[in-house]
């Protein structure tokens, strides 16, 4: 079977199903930190951490650059 050529792929870089670290639904954004090893990610953590000041886009959506230097932030400021 021939693979389908990466602009047909949905989940191709750039495709439709791609995900763009810079907006990321909450649910997005808890699978892919919780792939990578955080041990906390999940949905409710994330709401948590946006109602405490987390920046989120005008959508919504979770950029994982910006929430990531945020929580960085966050653990400095409590010493851990």
Same mark, same amino acid.
Request: hydrophobic letters at 45%; proline letters at 9%; zero cysteines.
């Given at each position: &079977?021939? =693979?389908?050529? =990466?602009? $047909?792929?949905? @989940? @191709?870089? %750039?495709? /439709? %199903?791609?995900?763009? =670290?810079?907006?990321?639904?909450?649910? $997005?954004?808890?699978?892919?930190?919780? /792939?990578?090893?955080?041990?906390?990610?999940?949905?409710?953590?994330?709401?948590?951490?946006?109602? /405490?000041?987390? =920046?989120?886009?005008?959508?919504?959506?979770?950029?994982?650059?910006?929430?990531?230097?945020?929580?960085?932030?966050? &653990? /400095?400021?409590?010493?851990?």
């Amino acid at each position: &079977m021939i =693979p389908p050529h =990466p602009t $047909q792929d949905p @989940a @191709a870089p %750039g495709g /439709a %199903g791609a995900l763009s =670290p810079s907006a990321m639904t909450l649910e $997005q954004a808890a699978r892919v930190l919780a /792939a990578v090893g955080a041990r906390y990610a999940t949905v409710e953590n994330i709401r948590r951490d946006i109602e /405490a000041g987390a =920046p989120v886009n005008a959508d919504g959506t979770v950029n994982l650059v910006h929430y990531a230097a945020w929580l960085a932030k966050e &653990m /400095a400021a409590r010493g851990d």
